[in-house]
């Protein structure tokens, strides 16, 4: 097992202060522990599951073209602070149109728009636990049917592979039990890219891996599957030259003789999600709102843009000749304290 340097710098300190000890590396044994979660952890697992699946709802009803991958992101972001996270479990990741086929796209800077697909991968931590949740939506709230056929056979094929999850299967194996190679038999038999070409390439990832204290938690990837283990099931499919990537991912825990999908309640189904967006777009028409602006209409939100951007205009110009300002840029800021994390979008000065 490899030694960091920082692990490397405990070592060595131990066998100052201690050189009679004889040191043992315990880390593989630790992980397996880790592994197997105790009705406590996989309570707490369930609450970040929950909060996850909230904030997902409510991406599904905010989007619309015309929106940044950022306002997204932060939507999410609310949802898990407002419902007891005290940080995400990692980067949000809200890549629209070509950002939907980078499978860690982080920049959240892109404009989404009429006809894109969007991969909402976002999860939120709780008591130290992560989930780790993907769903893939269409910017206006309705698939194309190129699109769609993609994403059915992304379903397909975690379905596939979710009907397999028992004890003993695992994601790596050679034999009959790899939930990978169900995955990605079904992609690779089903649809063809635009040179007619099979669809397995374009599945680039592993097929899951487990959750717990760390999003990709410890312990070997590949050891048989056991009761208590929470995992995620995660195909895809990512086709650069369309600018189409999907991913549906899910919580799953192994149980005694089978497997419970802790992340049932959001929908999968993609005429669920339309009806969803739908809906929740016929509300924004009858009540005139924009939730990322309140109740305000757009030529008021317009206006008052106008307005404070004319004060700030006002107030550079006064302080020029004090201050001289470097070019401004825009970019997100993470800023971890022991108990909380926060997003934000913010204007930085350049160096």
């Not at 999600?273 to 009858?286: D, G, H, L, N, Q």
């Amino acid at each position: 097992m490899a030694v960091t340097p920082t692990k490397k710098s405990v070592v060595e300190w131990l066998e100052l202060a201690a050189p009679q000890a004889k040191l043992k590396d315990v880390r593989a044994q630790i992980g397996a522990m880790r592994q197997i979660k105790s009705p406590g952890e996989i309570a707490f697992l369930k609450e970040a599951i929950g909060l996850t699946l909230d904030s997902h709802l409510e991406a599904m009803k905010l989007m619309r073209p015309g929106l940044y991958e950022y306002q997204v992101a932060a939507k999410m972001v609310e949802v898990h602070a407002w419902g007891g996270s005290e940080a995400e479990g990692y980067a949000p990741i809200v890549g629209a149109g070509p950002n939907s086929t980078a499978l860690h796209y982080d920049k959240l800077s892109r404009k989404i728009e009429n006809g894109d697909i969007v991969v909402l991968d976002v999860g939120a931590q709780y008591a130290g636990y992560s989930a780790d949740i993907t769903r893939t939506i269409p910017a206006n709230g309705k698939f194309t049917p190129r699109q769609r056929e993609i994403y059915d056979i992304v379903l397909g094929a975690q379905n596939a592979a979710l009907a397999a999850l028992k004890p003993g299967m695992d994601f790596c194996g050679k034999g009959d039990k790899n939930v990978h190679k169900i995955a990605y038999n079904y992609i690779n038999s089903h649809g063809k890219d635009l040179q007619g070409k099979a669809l397995g390439q374009y599945f680039i990832h592993g097929l899951g891996h487990h959750i717990g204290l760390n999003v990709h938690d410890a312990g070997d990837h590949c050891v048989p599957f056991q009761p208590g283990m929470v995992i995620t099931i995660e195909p895809g499919i990512y086709i650069p030259e369309e600018n189409l990537g999907v991913r549906i991912e899910d919580d799953v825990l192994i149980t005694e003789f089978g497997a419970k999908l802790l992340s049932e309640r959001l929908p999968r189904n993609p005429d669920e999600i339309e009806k969803i967006m739908a809906e929740a777009a016929t509300a924004r028409t009858k009540g005139g709102k924009d939730e990322t602006h309140g109740d305000n209409s757009s030529e008021e939100t317009a206006a008052d843009s106008a307005a404070v951007r004319s004060l700030i205009d006002k107030y550079a110009k006064s302080i020029d000749a004090a201050i001289p300002l470097s070019p401004l840029t825009s970019g997100w800021i993470r800023q971890t304290s022991p108990s909380s994390t926060l997003w934000a979008r913010t204007r930085l000065r350049a160096n």
